[in-house]
């Protein structure tokens, strides 16, 4: 299973920004979608945002459309997500994972996500006052 590793996450306040990081471990992002993922307290994972490997396309969100933006650097093996205009209903556990293909429908990455019997450790994004 490819690994990743999560970073970037604190306590900011609404209106907020922060960058996350998820920098792949022992192989290049050169072959692979990857998208990032939240799952909040009592909810289900739902995909954020992906970048694809091969066709430029890059999925939102709708409630981070405006927001969020997705950026890769397969130099670096890195994948950012840059967070801006937080709001309390973005706090959750944040994860970035490889994916088949990005999509520009919702449910797909709640399906893939719902596949995957195992997560990296993610890290916390609390938007509090």
């Known amino acids: 299973q490819l690994q990743f590793v999560e970073s970037g996450g604190g306590l900011v306040q609404p209106g907020g920004s922060l960058r996350l990081s998820c920098t792949a471990s022992?192989?290049?992002?050169?072959?692979?979608?990857i998208g990032w993922f939240r799952q909040a307290p009592g909810k289900e994972h739902e995909g954020v945002s992906c970048?694809?490997?091969?066709?430029?396309?890059?999925y939102y969100l709708d409630s981070v459309k405006g927001r969020f933006t997705i950026s890769r650097d397969n130099a670096k093996k890195t994948v950012y997500l840059q967070m801006n205009s937080l709001k309390p209903e973005d706090t959750a556990l944040y994860y970035c994972q490889a994916l088949p293909r990005c999509s520009l429908r919702e449910s797909y990455y709640s399906a893939y996500a719902a596949t995957l019997g195992s997560w990296g450790q993610g890290t916390q994004v609390t938007v509090s006052s």
């Open positions: 022992g192989f290049t992002l050169d072959y692979y979608s």
């Open positions: 970048t694809s490997n091969d066709d430029g396309s890059i």
